[in-house]
């Protein structure tokens, strides 16, 4: 087998970046804003606690609302305020009229709507009564029979 | 001593009151959710559908109308339940050829607890038979629902 000797192979080209200048003073942002780095090791030399407070607190402050955040009641519906002030607002519209049963079909951002069934000289009827929630209480806001 | 810069101060207390509002939120802000719970809205879609199923037979196709109630209940109501729906066949749906169609025209919570929740619902009841002329009427009804897997099905059910 012979070999050309004299026939170099292509060389391919590769692209250089030009070499940085090494870091130092010269290498800082012109505006003087310091970077991340410098800033927290600048904040380090100026209160040496300060770091470690800011974080202790940041800490307590998560642990305290994740706490909360767990230890959030998930009861079920407020049901009984809002069926009471419905049959109330039934009782004050027909008062010949028994609450038999009532139950809440809607509520949503501090308005609801109650289904109040009665008795009115032993025939049965009902009512839809909406409702809003202000300063805690829950108010009639409207009545109508319900078809 | 040389003052901290505005970014400076603003690292340092940026995340302090954002941890501050985060707990104030927490803390002040509404304890539970304004509207009902999604297995409160689930428990009431499943109301609204299965009692207008339940109280829908005919003597035409009675087994399977016995099938749909049981397939909607639960427990030992289930079995009382398709056994006072079969007697009333027998009784007189057969003798009269009689339909009953319901549907529900309001369900409402009355209540929720770890075992189920309870509802109220007022029916609208088509009754259609042989020796008599069409008729409607409304009727009122307790009943209970139990959570089963992801089922919610009927455990109890009053006439009011």
Redo the contacts between chains.
């Keep these: 087998m012979s070999h050309d000797v004299g026939t170099t192979p292509p060389v391919r080209r590769v692209a250089v970046r030009p070499i940085a200048p090494p870091a130092g003073p010269a290498a800082s942002p012109p505006t003087g804003?310091?970077t991340s780095s410098s800033?927290l090791e600048?904040?380090r030399l100026?209160h040496p606690g300060?770091?470690s407070a800011?974080?202790g607190?940041?800490l307590?402050?998560?642990l305290?609302?994740g706490w909360?955040?767990l230890d959030?009641?998930?009861?079920?519906?407020p049901?009984e305020p809002i069926?009471a002030a419905a049959g109330d607002a039934v009782r004050l519209e027909d008062p010949g009229a028994e609450v038999?049963?009532?139950?809440?079909?809607r509520?949503?951002?501090?308005s609801a709507t109650?289904?109040v069934?009665v008795a009115v000289d032993d025939a049965?009827t009902?009512f839809?009564v909406t409702l809003r929630e202000s300063d805690g209480r829950w108010r009639s806001t409207g009545i109508e029979r319900?078809? | 001593?040389?003052r901290?810069?505005r970014?400076?101060a603003g690292?340092?207390?940026a995340?302090?009151v954002?941890?501050?509002v985060?707990?104030l939120?927490?803390?002040l802000g509404p304890?539970?959710g304004?509207?009902?719970?999604a297995d409160?809205t689930a428990a009431l879609d499943s109301a609204r559908a299965r009692l207008a199923s339940m109280l829908t037979f005919s003597y035409r196709d009675l087994e399977t109308d016995l099938m749909v109630a049981s397939s909607n209940a639960t427990g030992t109501f289930r079995d009382e339940y398709t056994e006072r729906l079969r007697k009333l066949a027998t009784d007189s749906l057969k003798a009269s050829k009689a339909s009953v169609s319901s549907r529900v025209?309001?369900?409402?919570?009355?209540?929720?607890?770890a075992s189920g929740v309870?509802?109220?619902a007022?029916l609208r009841a088509r009754t259609e038979s042989e020796d008599r002329e069409p008729a409607t009427q409304?009727?009122?009804v307790?009943a209970r629902l139990q959570g089963e897997g992801s089922q919610w099905l009927v455990s109890s059910l009053t006439l009011?």
Excluded: K, Y
Aim: no cysteine; proline share 6%.
């Design positions: 804003t310091p800033l600048r904040l100026l300060l770091l800011a974080a607190v940041t307590a402050a998560v305290v609302a909360q955040l959030r009641p998930d009861g079920p519906s049901v069926t038999v049963d009532a139950g809440v079909v509520w949503e951002d501090g109650a289904l069934l049965r009902s839809l319900a078809r | 001593m040389r901290p810069t970014l400076e690292v340092v207390t995340p302090v954002a941890s501050v985060a707990a939120t927490f803390t304890v539970r304004e509207t009902f719970r409160e025209e309001n369900v409402a919570l009355v209540g929720a607890d309870t509802v109220v007022e409304t009727f009122q307790r009011l």
